[in-house]
Structure formats: structure tokens, C-alpha cells
């Protein structure tokens, strides 16, 4: 079945370090890609998004390229900000699936000022 | 987008007990899900609510530990039924509205902690 796979944390960082956390996919269909990120104490907020292959979907300073001949959607910051600490999903929606997302493990993201 | 809220925030229950979270939606919406998140785990997802009809259910979970109700097209509730420590969890509501394909928005979520 479809699966997610992504960098397991957690992941500490100085402030204005550049941030890479890999996922790659399993699908049999053509998936969305998705981050989502949860700030301490919140609820699950959408990052950003792509839903064919080659499309880069950015949001607050990340980015994440749709790669489908390697299967993965790793995301990327230039330059992150202690406010940037959080827990990331990186997610998947298969068009056959009748809309249901798989989310990876997550990857626990601390910055240190 | 949508604006999603639920109740109660948190609770802590005794084991043997139920607890019913409510999910509210500021519009109607197509879908609803509810889906579970451990303690330092990832989201699960429990079951797709449907409206006017019985929940459709992911493997693992049961209508008779989960029941699910759905009467209208904003509106959703779950039931955490005989709890155990095992079921402390996030529970977390989420919708689709049917404006962006596949694309879901996430309630803020239940702690629940059963003791």
C-alpha cells in the first residue's frame, strides 16, 4: 500500500541555518504531495502542497519539489527562525483513495537562537 | 479554508468510561474525518464520517469502540467508547471542503488522557 517515509528527528539547528528534511512516497496512483507542520500545543496546519510531478510548492520560506523519478518531496529552508520550531508532516493523498492522507512519522524541528 | 473547532480541548477520564468530542465546521463541507495521534507518534486515520449514513471505517477500528455520528453537513461527533490507557491520544477532526481536491484543514484537536 501507500506509504510515507521521512527523516527521522528530532532535528536541532542554529537560528539562519539551512534546513533540509527528507521524505519520499510509495504510491501506485499519482498522489498530492503535502507538508504539514504542528507548532507546540496547535493543531495540524497545511505548509505547503504540489499535486504533479515537477511542482515546487513554498510557504513562509520552505519549498518542497515534487520529484517523481525519485519519489520524494523533501523540504527546504534557507534560513530558519526559532519560531520555525515545530513537528513536520510530510503527507500523501492518492486520487484513489477517496481523499484519505497517509502522514509520515513526523520530524521534531528545534532552533536554537 | 475552513474554520474548524472542537470540544471539549482536553479531558482525562476514567478507564470503563466514554467520551463523545465534538467537531464543528463555520460552513458545510464535503467530507469529515477523524483520525487519532498517539503520543509521539503520527496521525492515524479512524474513519471518514459521512453524512446521513454510517461511518466508513479504516482497518483496526470498530463502530462499536468508535461510534460516529454525523447529522448535517458541519457537523461531526466521535465517541471514545469503554476507554483504556491505551486510548490517550490527540483525536483530531479534519474536512475537506471540496473547494481544492484532497486538500483537508485540521481541527486544533482532543488531548484525552485515561487514567
Known amino acids: 500500500g501507500d506509504s510515507v517515509t521521512q527523516m527521522e528527528g528530532p532535528v536541532t539547528l542554529s537560528e539562519e541555518a539551512f534546513l533540509t528534511i527528507n521524505c519520499t512516497y510509495t504510491?501506485?496512483?499519482?498522489?498530492?504531495l503535502f507538508w504539514y507542520v504542528q507548532y507546540p500545543g496547535e493543531g495540524l496546519q497545511l505548509l505547503l502542497k504540489?499535486?504533479?510531478?515537477?511542482d515546487k510548492g513554498s510557504n513562509k520560506g520552505f519549498e518542497a519539489t515534487y520529484r517523481k523519478e525519485t519519489t520524494s518531496f523533501h523540504l527546504e529552508k534557507g534560513s530558519v527562525q526559532v519560531s520555525d520550531s515545530a513537528v513536520y508532516f510530510c503527507?500523501?493523498?492518492?486520487?484513489?483513495?477517496?481523499?484519505?492522507?497517509?502522514f509520515g512519522s513526523g520530524t521534531r524541528l528545534s532552533i536554537r537562537p | 479554508s475552513a474554520v474548524i473547532s472542537q470540544k471539549p480541548s482536553r479531558d482525562i477520564c476514567q478507564r470503563g468510561t466514554s467520551l463523545t468530542i465534538q467537531c464543528q465546521v463555520d460552513?458545510?463541507?464535503?467530507?469529515m474525518f477523524w483520525y487519532r495521534q498517539q503520543p509521539g507518534q503520527s496521525l492515524t486515520l479512524i474513519a471518514t464520517?459521512?453524512?446521513?449514513?454510517?461511518?466508513?471505517?479504516e482497518s483496526g477500528f470498530v463502530i462499536d469502540k468508535f461510534p460516529i455520528s454525523r447529522p448535517n453537513l458541519t457537523f461531526s461527533t466521535l465517541t471514545v467508547s469503554n476507554m483504556s490507557p491505551e486510548d490517550s491520544s490527540i483525536y483530531l477532526c479534519?474536512?475537506?471542503?471540496?473547494?481544492?481536491?484532497?486538500?483537508?484543514?485540521f481541527g486544533p484537536g482532543t488531548r484525552l488522557t485515561v487514567l
Open positions: 479534519s474536512v475537506e471542503t471540496g473547494m481544492v481536491f484532497n486538500e483537508q484543514f
Open positions: 504510491a501506485t496512483g499519482y498522489p498530492s
Open positions: 504540489a499535486t504533479k510531478a515537477d
Open positions: 503527507a500523501l493523498s492518492d486520487r484513489s483513495s477517496a481523499s484519505k492522507i497517509i
Open positions: 460552513s458545510q463541507v464535503t467530507m
Open positions: 464520517a459521512n453524512q446521513g449514513s454510517e461511518a466508513t471505517y
